[in-house]
Nanobody, 123 residues
Framework: QVQLVESGGGLVQAGGSLRLSCAAS????????MGWFRQAPGKEREFIAA????????LYAESVKGRFTISRDNAKNTVYLQMNSLKPEDTAIYYC????????????????WGQGTQVTVSS
């Protein structure tokens, strides 16, 4: 059974940085594309970034392009989300997810999800 565990969330001031990690187990990590999503209070979950199984391709939402960087280390079964220049509107619960399909921004294509990690950006 696949398990995804996020970590690295916390409270940061606007303009600061955080790096989220998502450790995977239970499936061959290097066979799966990975994505990060977030859900703010009262809002729907939204796509943030995705990375292909090999790490050679990435995809970002316009709202985070140039500020966030997704990466992965297949030897450590871990995907990362480096978040720079954080804004109060980045406050949300951040989730990582896994898909056997190609890199995609569509939530419905991901079949495994972590429990989420809270990111709070103060102004």
């Amino acid at each position: 059974q696949v398990q995804l565990v996020e970590s690295g969330g916390g409270l940061v001031q606007a303009g600061g940085s955080l790096r989220l990690s998502c450790a995977a187990s239970g499936r061959t990590f290097s066979n799966y594309a990975m994505g990060w999503f977030r859900q703010a209070p009262g809002k729907e979950r939204e796509f943030i970034a995705a990375i292909s199984a090999s790490g050679g391709r990435t995809l970002y939402a316009e709202s985070v392009k140039g500020r966030f960087t997704i990466s992965r280390d297949n030897a450590k079964n871990t995907v990362y989300l480096q978040m720079n220049s954080l804004k109060p509107e980045d406050t949300a619960i951040y989730y990582c997810a896994s898909t056997y399909r190609a890199i995609a921004p569509l939530m419905a294509l991901y079949d495994a999800w972590g429990q989420g990690t809270q990111v709070t950006v103060s102004s």
